[in-house]
C-alpha cells in the first residue's frame, strides 16, 4: 500500500511540476478532488448493495462534464476565456485521480487479504 500511495504521489508531483501556469496546476487539484469524492461515493454506494454501474466511469464523466460547465460559463464572463483543451485537462486529472483512487484501493484490499491469510496460517487453516 506505501509503494503504490508512494508511486501516486510522485506522479502527481511529476505532473505539477510539468505545468506551467498556476491555474493549471489548481485545477489539477481541483478536479482531482472531485473525482475521488465523487468516485468513493459511489463505490461506498456500490458496496451497500445500491446499483452502481461502473463507479469510476461514472466519477470520471460527471467530473469531466463539470468541467465543461465551467469552461461555458467562462463564455460569458469578460476577464475569462473559454478554452477547449482545459475541458481535455481536466477530464485527464479525474482519470488520474480515479486511478490512483482505484489503485489505493486494490492495495488497501490485497494487504487486507494478506493479512487475513497470514492469521489463519498461524491459526493452522
Same mark, same amino acid.
Request: overall charge positive.
Given at each position: 500500500?506505501?509503494?503504490?500511495?508512494?508511486?501516486?504521489?510522485?506522479?502527481?508531483?511529476?505532473?505539477?511540476?510539468?505545468?506551467?501556469?498556476?491555474?493549471?496546476?489548481?485545477?489539477?487539484?481541483?478536479?482531482?478532488?472531485?473525482?475521488?469524492?465523487?468516485?468513493?461515493?459511489?463505490?461506498?454506494?456500490?458496496?451497500?448493495?445500491?446499483?452502481?454501474? =461502473?463507479? &469510476? /466511469?461514472? @466519477? #470520471?464523466? %460527471?467530473? +469531466?462534464?463539470? *468541467?465543461?460547465?465551467?469552461?461555458?460559463?467562462?463564455?460569458?464572463?469578460?476577464?475569462?476565456?473559454?478554452?477547449?483543451?482545459?475541458?481535455?485537462?481536466?477530464? =485527464?486529472? &479525474? /482519470?488520474? @485521480? #480515479?486511478? %490512483?483512487? +482505484?489503485?489505493? *484501493?486494490?492495495?488497501?484490499?490485497?494487504?487486507?487479504?494478506?493479512?487475513?491469510?497470514?492469521?489463519?496460517?498461524?491459526?493452522?487453516?
Amino acid at each position: 500500500e506505501v509503494a503504490v500511495a508512494l508511486g501516486v504521489a510522485v506522479v502527481y508531483l511529476l505532473v505539477l511540476m510539468r505545468v506551467a501556469s498556476p491555474v493549471e496546476r489548481s485545477h489539477l487539484i481541483e478536479y482531482s478532488e472531485l473525482a475521488v469524492f465523487l468516485y468513493e461515493a459511489l463505490t461506498e454506494r456500490a458496496s451497500h448493495g445500491r446499483r452502481v454501474p =461502473l463507479p &469510476a /466511469v461514472l @466519477a #470520471v464523466l %460527471a467530473t +469531466a462534464l463539470v *468541467g465543461a460547465v465551467d469552461e461555458v460559463i467562462q463564455l460569458f464572463v469578460p476577464s475569462r476565456v473559454f478554452d477547449p483543451v482545459d475541458i481535455v485537462f481536466n477530464a =485527464l486529472a &479525474a /482519470v488520474m @485521480a #480515479v486511478a %490512483a483512487s +482505484a489503485a489505493l *484501493g486494490w492495495a488497501r484490499r490485497r494487504r487486507g487479504r494478506v493479512g487475513q491469510r497470514r492469521v489463519d496460517l498461524r491459526r493452522g487453516r
